[in-house]
């Protein structure tokens, strides 16, 4: 599927671009059926996209918003994404939305995924929108180059719903959705601001197995368009 490249100036300029680009989505969803929905990532890129985000105008209380991967960690651990998006998403006029976590109390990372999905399946795929980054390596969502479930996770034919992740380098056991759950979103985006990052892109555009950098599967295989939105 083709990918659009949106440069911006500044990391600033990139954020109010992209919330409204949301806004518009989410809205336009809730006119349509009455709910909207939006998968968004964790990390330090998108904290000023969801500050800016969490001021627009939407009809908040008709959004469901949930994560593209989490750790397997409760939310009051600082490496949380939940945590992420309680203190710069779901702030400001989005305080009415509601939020579905991946992580999940349970007694191993493979029955989380489990209750995950069951929660999920509350919430209704495909998306409208999916914010997705991409780390050094090339790994987008949990899908990390070497992991455990790494085959399953980018197969189109797995089924929708949450899996476990485990790789060298990602630390703690990873709850993520699948590449058949994110990649028919409305509207599907990488956020990715850095000079270094716009390198990897490159390289993940370029020919290239896709276990090495799992970012290729959205890039080659997604049936939805996706919107780079790139910032230096």
Known sequence: MASTLHSFASPADLAGSLAEKVADTLSAAISARGTASIAVSGGSTPKA????????DIAWDKVTITLVDERFV?????????MLVDANLLQNKAKSARFVPLYQPAASVEEAARLATEKSAEIGIPFDVVILGMGGDGHTASFFPGGSNLATALDASTPRGVIT???????EP????????LQDAALLVLHIEGEGKKDVLAKAEGSG??????IRAILRR????VEIYWAP
């Open 209 to 214: 197995d896709e276990a090495d950098m799992p």
């Open 174 to 181: 990873r709850l993520t959705f699948t590449f058949s759950s």
């Open 74 to 82: 409760p939310a009051d651990n600082a490496r949380s994404n939940h």
């Open 165 to 171: 992740m485990e790789a060298e380098g990602a630390g």
């Open 49 to 56: 996209f969801f500050q800016v985000l969490s001021t627009r």
């Open 222 to 225: 997604a049936t939805s368009p």
